[in-house]
C-alpha cells in the first residue's frame, strides 16, 4: 500500500515536473516566438522607414526638379524680357543717333549762316568804319577849309591871317613872316599847296566887339580883295 502510494506520488512528481518542463519549454517557445515576432516587426518598421525615406527623398527631387524647372522656365521667361528690352534700347539708340545726326545738322547750317552774318556784318562794319571815316575825312575837310586855324601851323584863332591870292589858301601872320624871312619879294611859297602867291591881309570882324553899322560899313569897304576869295567867319 505504501510502495503504491510511493509510486503515484513519484508518478505525480514525475508529471509536475514535465509538466513545469513542458511550461518551461513553452516559455522558451513563446519567447522565442515573440523574439522572432519583434524581429520581423523590427524589420518591417525598417522597411517602412526606408520606404518613407525612399518616398520623402523622391519628394525632395521632385520638388527640386520642379522647382529647377520653374526657375529655368523664370530665367528663360526673364531672358525674354531682356531680349524685348534690348531690342527697345537699340531702337532707342537708333532713333537717338538719327536725332544726333539731325541736330549737328542743325547746328553746322547755324553755325555756316551765324558765321555768313559774321562775314556779312564784318563787311557792313567795315563799310560802316569806311563810310564814317570819309564822313569825318570830308567833315574835317570841310571844318579845315572854313575855320580860322592856319593850314599851315594849326593854330588856333590866330590874331592877324592872310589870304594866298592865287590858291586861295589863309595863313596865320606868324606863318608868313617866317616864310618871308628877309626876302625882298612880296611872293611867297603857299606850305599847303606849293603856289608861289602874294600873301593879302584879310580884315575880320571880331564875334566879341559891338560895331555901329556906319563903322561896320567902312570897315567892309575897306578890303582890298574880292569877297569870293575871303573867307571870313
Known amino acids: 500500500m505504501s510502495r503504491t502510494r510511493r509510486n503515484a506520488q513519484l508518478d505525480q512528481s514525475v508529471l509536475q515536473w514535465k509538466k513545469v518542463k513542458d511550461n518551461e519549454e513553452l516559455k522558451k ?65 537708333r532713333d537717338l543717333s538719327t536725332a544726333l545726326v539731325a541736330h549737328d545738322r542743325s547746328i553746322k547750317k547755324k553755325t555756316d549762316e551765324l558765321e555768313e552774318a559774321e562775314e556779312w556784318a564784318e563787311i557792313v562794319k567795315g563799310e560802316r568804319i569806311a563810310a564814317a571815316i570819309a564822313l569825318n575825312s570830308h567833315k574835317y575837310e570841310e571844318q579845315r577849309q572854313y575855320a580860322r586855324d592856319c593850314s599851315s601851323c594849326n593854330a588856333i584863332n590866330p590874331l592877324t591871317r592872310l589870304l594866298m591870292v592865287n590858291c ?66
Not at 523574439?35 to 518598421?45: A, D, G, V, Y
Open 168 to 233: 586861295s589858301h589863309a595863313i596865320c601872320g606868324l606863318c608868313v613872316e617866317q616864310l618871308h624871312g628877309e626876302s625882298a619879294s612880296l611872293e611867297i611859297i603857299c606850305p599847303e599847296c606849293g603856289i608861289i602867291s602874294k600873301p593879302v591881309t584879310i580884315l575880320e570882324l571880331q564875334k566879341d566887339v559891338q560895331y555901329s553899322p556906319q563903322k561896320r560899313s567902312n570897315y567892309i569897304e575897306e578890303v582890298s580883295i574880292p569877297s569870293k576869295r575871303c573867307k571870313s567867319f
Open 29 to 93: 517557445e513563446n519567447e522565442w516566438l515573440r523574439m522572432q515576432l519583434e524581429e520581423k516587426e523590427e524589420e518591417e518598421r525598417r522597411a517602412n522607414q526606408k520606404a518613407r525615406n525612399r518616398s520623402e527623398q523622391l519628394t525632395v527631387e521632385e520638388a527640386w526638379r520642379a522647382k529647377g524647372l520653374h526657375d529655368l522656365i523664370l530665367k528663360k521667361y526673364m531672358l525674354h524680357k531682356k531680349r524685348k528690352e534690348c531690342l527697345v534700347l537699340e531702337q532707342g539708340l
